[in-house]
Antibody
């Protein structure tokens, strides 16, 4: 069974940084592309970032380009999202997800990021 | 960049009724890379349909997807109590892969 467990969310001040992690199990992590998708409170889904199976290719939504960095540790079966220069509009539940051509096949339960002073 | 518009925003129906949800793309969706997800309150979304019309593992056959080009439809043939939720479409053929704004199916 595919399991994705996010961690690292919390309350951070505007301009601050946070690093999210996602521990993956139940599938061959190194073979799958991965994504982060977020959902602001009461709002819809927004794809944030994606990374190829080997980690050599990364992709970002315009809203986070230059501020967020996605990476992965295939030996540790872990996905990361480094978030810098955080803004109030980055407040959301962040979901880790397996992806095939950016189709989200499995979702974690999410970690909540709140950006507020 | 493709923009997906879902309608209606809210659909009020009774159990047993048929639900028809629309997803319109601002430009043609390549290679039928159109998916639908279901999200219940307090839960992560769940993949329902991919490739326009293929059901994901474990999805009941009362859910069906159709369409091509820029117009797509998710149909729930007979609503069960557990189907009342928010549904999102997504184009996933290119980056960034946008989601639609969602349609809430609520109990009338």
């Amino acid at each position: 069974e595919v399991q994705l467990l996010e961690s690292g969310g919390g309350l951070v001040q505007p301009g601050g940084s946070l690093r999210l992690s996602c521990a993956a199990s139940g599938f061959t992590f190194s073979r799958d592309a991965m994504s982060w998708v977020r959902q602001a409170p009461g709002k819809g889904l927004e794809w944030v970032s994606g990374i190829s199976s080997g980690g050599s290719s990364t992709y970002y939504a315009d809203s986070v380009k230059g501020r967020f960095t996605i990476s992965r540790g295939n030996s540790m079966n872990t996905l990361f999202l480094q978030m810098n220069s955080l803004r109030a509009e980055d407040t959301a539940m962040y979901y880790c997800a397996t992806s095939k051509q950016w189709l989200v096949t499995h979702w974690g339960q999410g970690t909540l990021v709140t950006v507020s002073s | 960049e493709i923009v997906l518009t879902q309608s209606p925003g809210t659909l009020s129906l009774s159990p047993g009724e048929r639900a028809t949800l629309s997803c319109r793309a601002s430009q043609s969706v390549s290679s039928s890379y159109l998916a639908w997800y279901q999200q219940k309150p307090g839960q992560a979304p769940r993949l329902l349909i991919y490739g326009v019309s293929s059901r994901a593992t474990g999805v009941p056959d009362r859910f069906s997807g159709s369409g091509s080009g820029t117009d797509f439809t998710l149909t729930i043939s007979r609503l069960e109590p557990e189907d009342f939720a928010v549904y999102y479409c997504q184009q996933y053929g290119s980056s960034p892969p946008p989601f639609g704004g969602g349609t809430k199916v609520e109990i009338k």
